[in-house]
C-alpha cells in the first residue's frame, strides 16, 4: 500500500502513529496551512504536521484543495488509498483519485451527527452511547457506505473533553482494522439508510454556546458537559461574560 494521511488536529494523530508503527508505507502527510498564533505571531503548526515531521514524512499544506498544482503533486505519488481524519471536505477531483479509494474516521455512529461537531452533539442531547464509523467518500458529506463501526458509552459524567479521548483512541484502532480489511480485500461498504429522524452535528460558533436559563436543568447540565473544555458555555452575570465549566442537578431540579 501507498497512502497518503489528510489531517489536521490532535483527533488525526493517533491514526497517524498507529499506521506508522504498524509499518504502513504512509508517502505523504495533507494537513492545514501553518497559522500565526497570539501577540507574538508565532508560526503554529498542527498537530498532524509535528507528528509527521517526527516521523520525516513528507507534508503538503494546500490552501486551495482544488489547485491543479497541488492535485498534480498528489498524483505524482503514486498513492492508491487514502485516508482522512478530522480535515477540510476533499472535492471530488482529490477523493476519487486512488485505486483503492479514499476512506474517512467519523466520530458518531453515522447516519447520526453528519457534521463538524459529533462529539458535542452527543453529550448535548444527552446520548447514553456514540461511537466511530469508517466509510468511504463520496459527494454529499458523511454519507459515503460504512466500513466498519466501533461503539462507545456516554457516561453521566462525561465531557465532551472526556469522550474525545477515548473516541480518538477507538477510532484510531478502527483506522487500523480499515486499512488491514482494504489491504486484504475483503473491506464491507454497506450503504447508509437514513431511516428515522435524523440528529445532526452542525460547526458550534461561541454565540450558540451561551446557556439558556429557561430550559430543563438537565438540559443546561448536558449543554454544560458537551462544551466542557471546548469552547465553553457561557452566561452573562452582574454584565460580564462568565464560563461555566460544571452544573449539578439538585434533586427536584426542573
Not at 49 to 65: E, G, I
Not at 138 to 144: Q, V, W
Request: aromatic share 8%; net charge neutral; hydrophobic share 40%.
Amino acid at each position: 500500500l501507498r497512502i497518503i494521511f489528510m489531517g489536521t488536529p490532535e483527533f488525526a494523530v493517533p491514526s497517524l502513529e498507529i499506521l506508522l508503527e504498524h509499518g504502513y508505507n504512509v508517502v505523504a502527510v495533507v494537513t492545514a496551512p501553518d497559522k500565526p498564533q497570539g501577540r507574538g505571531q508565532k508560526i503554529d503548526m498542527s498537530p498532524v504536521k509535528v507528528s509527521a515531521l517526527k516521523h520525516n514524512l513528507p507534508v503538503l499544506q494546500p490552501t486551495n484543495l482544488k489547485s491543479p498544482e497541488f492535485i498534480a503533486g498528489l498524483r505524482s505519488l503514486n498513492a492508491n488509498l487514502q485516508i482522512v481524519v478530522a480535515f477540510r471536505m476533499l472535492p471530488e477531483a482529490v477523493w476519487s483519485m486512488s485505486e483503492l479509494g479514499t476512506f474517512n474516521l467519523h466520530a458518531s455512529l453515522l447516519p447520526q451527527y453528519r457534521g463538524a461537531a459529533p462529539i458535542h452533539w452527543a453529550v448535548i442531547n444527552g446520548e447514553r452511547e456514540t461511537g466511530v464509523t469508517t466509510f468511504f467518500l463520496r459527494h454529499e458529506i458523511d454519507t459515503g457506505s460504512i466500513i466498519f463501526q466501533d461503539h462507545e458509552p456516554i457516561h453521566e459524567d462525561d465531557t465532551v473533553g472526556s469522550l474525545y479521548e477515548r473516541l480518538m483512541a477507538k477510532g484510531s484502532t478502527l483506522v487500523l482494522r480499515t486499512v488491514k480489511a482494504i489491504e486484504a480485500g475483503n473491506a464491507p461498504s454497506l450503504p447508509q439508510h437514513d431511516s428515522g429522524p435524523l440528529k445532526h452535528a452542525p460547526k458550534i460558533f461561541r454565540e450558540t454556546c451561551e446557556i439558556k436559563w429557561d430550559r430543563p436543568a438537565q438540559e443546561i447540565r448536558n449543554f454544560i458537559r458537551g462544551l466542557n473544555p471546548f469552547p465553553t458555555a457561557w452566561t452573562i452575570l452582574r454584565g460580564k461574560p462568565f464560563k461555566i465549566l460544571r452544573g449539578q442537578v439538585q434533586p427536584g431540579g426542573e
